[in-house]
DNA sequence: ATCTAAAATGATACCGGTACCATTTTACTG
DNA sequence: CAGTAAAATGGTACCGGTATCATTTTAGAT
């Protein structure tokens, strides 16, 4: 723990060493275009004499911009999120801008708090999952003055702009899926609704199929259980416990596919021979397992990218003329349905 | 896009609405101790009216303490990382700091981008993963007069603080284990080497028991391949390709050996009656997965709650006796070996 | 060589907090 | 009730960048 009594070089140290004002330091380092190259070369080589390192903090105060776009997630353990926050990431490296990135643990409180700290440290952007917010934050949200963008689920009136896809068309379009296969007795293993819109919009919409099909909701069907591989195979385990097994079930995350799938192997069912099973997301494994699973495909790197644009363009002045983006899902058909 | 062009309420804003002077406006807001609480309650209330938002940039600068503390670490698909990324933040989280993340990507070129980034946001300390940076890093990192800790590789002489295991130990107690079993062609299915001190000592933690053993090295019997589920099965194909097929394989990850697994389930292969298949990490799926996989329980958790205090009591001028942590791995047993 | 527009550079102030030290107010003591 | 220490409060300056506008230098035209 060397900590060095001698101040770091500001600015102005090296703008001493170069023979130059502060400003035109300044602007050289900036590579701002005013400074003539043989003064920024006498800046440049100053700085690397002195080791120089900016104070962005001195920065973010005068310039008003931190070149921070702050993040905020469910939380860190789900590979999806992880690979839509990688794709914005790399987008907006180019542009000289830095996440910072805070996991909400769908907590609206825990939100709120995201939200003040992230517009403490003047975040240029805010990037939201969801749009279930506290009236709180939603206030805070709209007196930002900043770039919002909400991912992930579509919204009919964002705070600001959406991107993301319908959950609820999704698992309308898997539910009916399964349906048109021949299943009538489709259970549904989704994720905690609580503070949770896109399980919510799940759930409404394999409601909204079963419906459309004239079949009776049948609350023994359908199991509310964490987003983790051991709960799919519990709620898998109590569904072929029950007097009428279903013959087919759709679960709202690969995850809790995966759990489910694993429930029936150990029982010796046969998938899709004697059950029917998808899952939602299309994570790595999805594919590569036996048999491999039917589930929604979900354009994470896509949501990704279109979130970094839609924020850079926000951040460059150029108005955002559309405000929802609706990137699509694909109905991935494999061996399990 | 709604910007507001009304100012943000300042400190002196809320200072002037509570009739107090702007010092003790602050010292208030951050429960100094030095105020009475009647001016406390006038400045809250003041700064509830204004919707006073705090400028950390205006503070950091000020104070010289950002409150972030910088955590790098190779990739964020990885959910091992994303368990002690968790518990350093929820660990840190009740001290006021925040954490600023990046992905290096295991290139030092990266990771010394992302550590100039952090020094200029005036990160008040910074936590890496493994040992292996670039000299001008090495350099950064010497000077920048914050505390530094090295994460989940041993080292013997750390730039300041390192907490982890020892890969090398852990990989030969598990070849060991496998050769005890009366396995003698034990495979090894490593992640890339370069830049990544972890998966170099497990590769000679593989080679000195064999040494130990009497046994000879076969390159051969070695396969280095990205952390990636389906390389572990191409891998495993490779291996199970070859004239003289392994008896046992040491995966240097559960993810990896996932994949072995599936491609001997694939070609019908008993495990571990006809091959022995053992991984590195102990995550999630590793218990649950049949046959179960017996691996290497890394104290992840606890290592992430140890870099916490590490990092908190050296913010806190306490001075850290100890240099070097090591947190111990455990061999758990389960039935693919 | 002279003039003018454009290109570079600089002086000063400010961003919004808080450190530092001085001053006032309060509480306690005898 | 004076006297004193402790508790609260305040004035001023400063952290390290850069915006703004003024000034100087340079380059091109005549």
Redo the contacts with the bound molecule.
């Keep these: 723990m060397q900590h060095r009594s001698d101040?770091?070089?500001?600015?102005?140290d090296?703008?001493k060493a170069a023979?130059?004002?502060?400003?035109?330091?300044?602007?050289?380092?900036?590579g701002?275009?005013?400074?003539?190259?043989?003064?920024?070369e006498k800046v440049v080589q100053a700085a690397k004499q002195l080791d120089?390192?900016?104070?962005l903090?001195?920065?973010t105060?005068?310039?008003?911009a931190s070149h921070l776009v702050a993040v905020i997630l469910p939380n860190m353990s789900n590979s999806i999120f992880a690979d839509t926050l990688q794709s914005i990431s790399d987008s907006l490296r180019d542009s000289g801008y830095q996440l910072l990135v805070g996991y909400s643990d769908n907590s609206p409180e825990l939100e709120e708090l995201l939200v003040r700290t992230f517009l403490s440290r003047r975040a240029d952007a805010i990037v939201m999952t969801g749009h279930m917010h506290s009236d709180e934050t939603n206030t805070l949200l709209r007196r930002a003055g900043v770039p919002i963008v909400e991912m992930w689920s579509l919204n009919d009136k964002p705070l600001d702009t959406c991107v993301g896809i319908s959950n609820f068309d999704a698992a309308r379009s898997m539910t009916e899926f399964m349906l048109d296969k021949g299943h009538r007795r489709v259970a549904f293993i989704g994720g905690l609704l609580k503070n949770n819109d896109r399980t919510q919009s799940r759930l409404e919409g394999y409601r909204a199929a079963l419906e459309a099909a004239g079949l009776d909701y049948d609350p023994d069907l359908v199991r509310e259980v964490p987003f983790e591989f051991e709960h799919g195979s519990l709620a898998m385990r109590e569904l072929l416990a029950a007097r009428q097994k279903p013959d087919a079930v759709f679960a709202a995350s690969d995850i809790l596919a995966l759990g489910a799938l694993l429930e029936c192997n150990q029982q010796g069912l046969s998938v899709p021979g004697d059950i029917a099973v998808a899952g939602f997301d299309d994570e790595r494994l999805a594919s590569l397992i036996k048999p491999s699973l039917t589930t929604i495909g979900v354009p994470r790197q896509a949501i990704g990218e279109k979130v970094a644009s839609v924020v850079l363009s926000a951040l460059r002045g150029a108005p955002v003329d559309q405000r929802i983006f609706d990137m699509g899902f694909t109905l991935v058909e494999r061996e399990s349905a």
């Design positions: 101040r770091r070089a500001t600015i102005r090296v703008a023979g130059v004002s502060p400003i035109t330091a300044s602007r050289a380092m900036q701002s275009g005013l400074v003539r190259p043989k003064t920024i120089y390192i900016p104070n903090a001195a920065g105060l005068s310039t008003n």
